[in-house]
C-alpha cells in the first residue's frame, strides 16, 4: 500500500478518553497557558492589590507583609501564601513573553508552523526558567 494510499486518522470531535492520547502542539500548549495565566491574573487580583498596599503603606504594614511570607496570614501557612505568589509570576511571566510573541508575529506577518513551534518553545522555557530563578530567591536559595 503506498503512502498516498494510506488514510490518516481524522479527529473530529475528541471524546473525553482521547485527551491523553491527542498530543497539542507547543503553540497551542502556549495559547492555552496564555489564558490561564491571564484568568489566574484577574482571578487573584485582590490578592495583588493586598500585597501592594501591605508593602508601601508604611514600616508597619511592611511588617505585616513580610510576616505573611514566614508565619503565614489568617489560617493559611507562610509556605502556601509563597506557592501562590509563585503562580503569580509564573502567570505573569508567561503572560508577558506569551503576549510578546503574539505581539511580534502579528507586527512580523511570522506566521509559519517552524516559527510558531520554535518561538512557542521559547516561550515554554523562558518563563520556566525565569520563575526557578525567581522562585528560589522567594524561597531563599540565595
Known sequence: MSEAAKKRPEFRN???T???TYRLPPAAIVSILHRISGALMFLLLPFIIWMFDKS???EISFGQFSAAFSSGLWI???WFIKLVVLALMWAYLHHLIAGLRHLYMDATHKLSKEFGKSTAVTTLVLSVALTVILGA???GLY
Request: hydrophobic fraction near 55%; charge should be neutral.
Open 76 to 78: 493559611l501557612p507562610g
Open 18 to 20: 482521547d485527551i491523553l
Open 56 to 58: 508601601v503603606s508604611s
Open 14 to 16: 475528541i471524546h473525553i
Open 137 to 139: 530567591k522567594l524561597f
